[in-house]
């Protein structure tokens, strides 16, 4: 045995003792971050990949189509079942039960009986079928066979060959064959492809029928863009309400909750429907569920409207496309057409459209008006619209008190026969007497011969509540404002209300954020036409439409503040209102202040030309204490009732509508105020002469200043 040992791995040679040594030192930087371990990077990696757009839609893609394929097995199924048995008879006597309709279950249940004898018939002919389908073969065969050999016969009479008798069999013979052979190569295909034909045809319905949960349907559908209305939609969306009795009702009636819904109309914008209720179900609970049955239908809250039709335990739903309200009309009628006139008794005004796209036009004759709503909605610009239309009849007398005062009202400079712009007491005071001189009007109209015909005097005020809230008092300490007996514009509103309508003296009135304090009831009340923009509480819609309209699905409280502007909610005989409804929604054509004012440029032509009484700015052009001082002359006193004739006489356009009150407030300024002199109230010329020289020092004074 060899001693040679064979090393496969050289041993390394010691290092010399004496050799240095170095030490390789790692210096780790305590501010860098720590290394990320694998498994963490690998976590992260695969929920960036599992959250990812395109794997969360490409997920619910599989698992909405897989959903069609096997919920429209599930649709088919029933509809099978349904054909071979009475199940569908059955909740449809359901359904007619629960709805309290028993006279619909009576006939259904008829129906019922005469399905159950035909299909028992069918099984009865069943046990009689076999014997009479084997004589049909039998005969049918030997039928075939001889008429076969009869044409065989006749073929070999035609050819002189005994063998032609046999042709036509031996022919039918091998085309049996034929279709033999082509049975078994198609056959194999046929059972591979013949499921895969059928899983599409399931596929098919189920997406027809969008047979998938929620979460796997497309964006689309999902956020309801372009979802059209369905029976099944609003059955569903009834059903989710949240209203015990009804969803019970409906999951009796199984898939027949479509009978409580009549036809689906287009209207407008939008399509609509009456839903019957069940017993015991009230239109009040699914008229406080509006929200959420917007929401159960995809739209927003102002895109659906509730109102009550004749029909009793049913709701009318109006449902707008989405998004279509957001779209403005087109302009008004009177913007675009020059040729366009007005008749107060006959005329109707284009006001607007309604929810429809129906034109919605407002008759105005011997209607009093109130319209209301929070600010900046679009109040006065529907008021003004009326008013401009009826300007082109050349009849109609206007007075005009705007107690706004910036403008709104100018251009009907020319126009109205009085026109007070601005918001102070005084204003308030002109546009006070203004109606009250209505009353005078209207009173000697009244006691005018019988047939006898009057044009029509609109008196109007826009911004009433200032006129309501007005603390200001005569002298007699009757207040202007307030709704008590002793408020004269109070009284005045309320005495035109009563009789003016007869004389065609007509209020119209324009006021925001209505109150007990600032619109009286009744004077909101006296209105033939109540009309309310958005507004903040249901307690408000009352006040400005009435019970009867809010109880009957009013609702401009659900109006969108800003949004919503210049749409009407309208109680009123005199525009047109779908059936058993109290109430229509408008949506008014906005003339803007340049637009208007052409329009009543072109109204100003048609007259022969009014001068319209700025109020408050004639008393501003004479000197009032020296005019008084002038009709007194030397007598020592005179009648205020004198005074003011003689102050008329001097200029009819600036006293000739002065009262004993305006004279009283211009002598009180200066301390020269009217006193009693035998029972009668007189004005002193030493009084007045007085503050006349008082007044001229003081003048005098400041200049040498």
């Known amino acids: ?330 302009p008004s009628p009177l913007a675009v057409d020059e040729s366009l006139t007005a008749d107060y008794a006959k005329g109707r005004a284009p006001w607007g459209q309604d929810l429809r796209g129906d034109a919605a036009l407002l008759s105005l004759y011997q209607r009093m008006l109130l319209v209301t709503g929070l600010s900046n909605q679009g109040k006065t610009a529907a008021l003004r619209a009326l008013a401009l239309w009826l300007a082109f009849d050349r009849t109609a007398e206007f007075r005009i008190a705007d107690l706004k005062g910036v403008g709104d009202w100018a251009m009907f400079d020319g126009l109205a026969t009085v026109l007070i712009q601005g918001p102070t007491d005084e204003h308030v005071i002109e546009a006070t007497e203004m109606v009250e001189d209505g009353v005078e009007e209207m009173n000697r109209r009244l006691q005018a011969p019988p047939g006898t015909a009057f044009p029509p005097l609109i008196l109007l005020v826009d911004e009433a509540q200032v006129a309501f809230m007005c603390p200001a008092k005569d002298e007699q300490k009757r207040p202007y404002g307030g709704s008590r007996n002793e408020s004269r514009y109070f009284m005045a509103c309320r005495k035109v209300h009563n009789q003016g309508r007869a004389v065609n003296v007509l209020l119209w009135q324009g006021t925001q954020d209505p109150t007990d304090q600032n619109l009286p009831k009744l004077v909101r009340e006296g209105a033939h036409t109540r009309a309310s923009l958005a507004l903040g509480t249901e307690s408000q819609a009352r006040m400005a439409l009435g019970d009867k309209a809010v109880d009957g699905g009013a609702a401009p409280h659900l109006l969108r503040q800003g949004l919503d502007k210049g749409t009407l909610v309208v109680a009123s005989d005199g525009i047109d209102i779908p059936a058993g409804q109290a109430s229509i929604t408008v949506r008014t054509h906005y003339i803007s202040t340049d637009d208007a004012t052409e329009i009543a440029e072109r109204a100003k032509a048609l007259r022969d030309g009014v001068t319209t009484l700025h109020v408050i700015e004639r008393g501003e052009e004479r000197d009032h204490l020296a005019d008084i001082a002038s009709v007194l002359g030397n007598a020592s006193r005179v009648l205020t009732a004198d005074v003011l004739k003689r102050l008329s006489a001097l200029s009819e356009d600036t006293y000739g509508r002065w009262t004993p009150g305006d004279l009283k407030r211009v002598l009180e300024d200066v301390d020269a105020e009217p006193y009693k002199s035998e029972g009668r109230m007189v004005v002193g010329r030493d009084r007045v002469a007085r503050a006349l020289a008082n007044r001229n020092n003081e003048g005098s004074a400041s200049v040498g200043e």
């Open 1 to 330: 045995m060899s001693d040679n040992v064979v090393r496969l791995h050289k041993t390394p040679e010691p290092a010399p003792q004496d050799a240095p040594v170095t030490t390789l030192t790692v210096v780790t930087d305590p501010a860098a971050p720590a290394p990320v371990p694998l498994w963490v990077r690998s976590g992260r990696a695969v929920k960036r990949v599992a959250t990812d757009e395109r794997t969360t839609t490409a997920l619910r893609a599989v698992a909405r189509h897989g959903m069609y394929t096997f919920n429209g097995g599930r649709i088919v199924a029933r509809r099978t079942w349904d054909g071979r048995t009475g199940s569908r008879y059955e909740r449809m006597i359901r359904a007619a039960e629960a709805a309290g309709n028993h006279e619909l279950a009576e006939e259904w249940e008829e129906r019922l009986q005469r399905f159950r004898d035909a299909r028992h018939r069918r099984r009865m002919d069943l046990l009689t079928s076999p014997v009479d389908v084997a004589k049909g073969a039998a005969i049918g065969t030997g039928m075939s066979i001889g008429t076969l050999v009869a044409l065989g016969i006749v073929m070999a009479l035609n050819t002189k060959d005994v063998a032609d008798v046999i042709t036509p069999l031996t022919a039918v013979i091998e085309f049996i064959g034929l279709l033999i052979t082509i049975v078994q190569v198609v056959w194999p295909y046929a059972v591979t492809l013949g499921p895969l034909f059928a899983l599409l045809a399931l596929w098919s319905v189920g997406r027809k029928q969008q047979a998938a949960p929620q979460w796997a349907l497309p964006d689309s559908v999902r956020n309801g863009e372009g979802e059209p209305i369905t029976p099944s939609i609003v059955v569903k969306a009834l059903r989710d309400l949240g209203v015990p009795a009804l969803r019970n009702a409906i999951k009796e009636m199984g898939d027949a909750g479509a009978s409580m819904l009549g036809p689906i109309r287009i209207a407008g914008c939008g399509v609509e429907v009456d839903v019957t209720l069940p017993s015991g179900v009230s239109t009040v609970e699914v008229q406080n569920k509006r929200r959420k049955l917007a929401e159960n239908l995809t739209r927003h809250e102002h895109e659906v409207f509730i109102t009550i039709p004749q029909a009793a335990r049913t709701v009318r739903l109006w449902i707008a496309d989405s998004g279509a309200l957001d779209e403005p009309i087109g």
